[in-house]
């Protein structure tokens, strides 16, 4: 049987800044997941468990995650991605992001940038 590693604090603190955002995070496995609900797009008003790896919040909230997972049903029109510490059933999308607004928690901030992303989805493709 696999021992489960302990979370760093790092993790631990994108868990709990997630989660006080309004998107209640959880580790699974090399990755931590969250429900959004998507505001805008194709996607509209549709709740969406998405996530990120362990290993890319270990510098949170100093350095901010690059992909994002996302159910391999959501597609679009251009991306980069890949499968890395993906559950089963999703990819994770190559997404260019720097906090650089402090005035914006880092939380609510990396949260803007899934939904804008989620909200380019194709139509019909979820």
Same mark, same amino acid.
């Given at each position: !049987?696999? /021992?489960?590693?302990? =979370? %760093? /604090?790092?993790?631990?603190? &994108?868990?709990?800044? !997630? @989660?006080? #955002?309004? #998107?209640?995070? $959880?580790?699974? +496995?090399?990755?931590? =997941?969250?429900?959004?609900?998507?505001?805008? +797009?194709?996607? #509209?008003?549709? @709740?969406?468990? @998405?996530?990120?790896?362990?290993? /890319?919040?270990?510098?949170?909230?100093?350095?901010?995650?690059?992909?994002?997972?996302?159910?391999?049903?959501?597609? &679009?029109? /251009?991306?980069? !991605?890949?499968? #890395?510490?993906?559950?089963?059933?999703?990819? $994770?999308?190559?997404?260019?992001? %720097?906090?650089?607004? @402090?005035?914006?928690?880092?939380? $609510?901030?990396?949260?803007?940038?899934?939904?804008? &992303?989620?909200?380019?989805?194709?139509?019909?493709?979820?």
């Amino acid at each position: !049987m696999t /021992e489960v590693q302990p =979370l %760093s /604090e790092a993790s631990r603190q &994108f868990i709990a800044d !997630m @989660t006080a #955002a309004g #998107a209640p995070a $959880r580790a699974d +496995g090399p990755r931590i =997941l969250y429900d959004i609900v998507a505001f805008g +797009g194709s996607l #509209a008003g549709q @709740t969406i468990t @998405t996530g990120v790896s362990i290993s /890319e919040v270990q510098s949170w909230p100093a350095v901010p995650p690059h992909w994002i997972h996302l159910p391999a049903s959501i597609q &679009f029109a /251009e991306t980069n !991605m890949d499968d #890395a510490d993906c559950a089963p059933g999703y990819k $994770r999308h190559s997404r260019d992001y %720097s906090y650089t607004d @402090t005035s914006i928690h880092p939380a $609510r901030a990396w949260l803007s940038h899934v939904r804008g &992303f989620v909200s380019i989805a194709i139509p019909g493709a979820a």
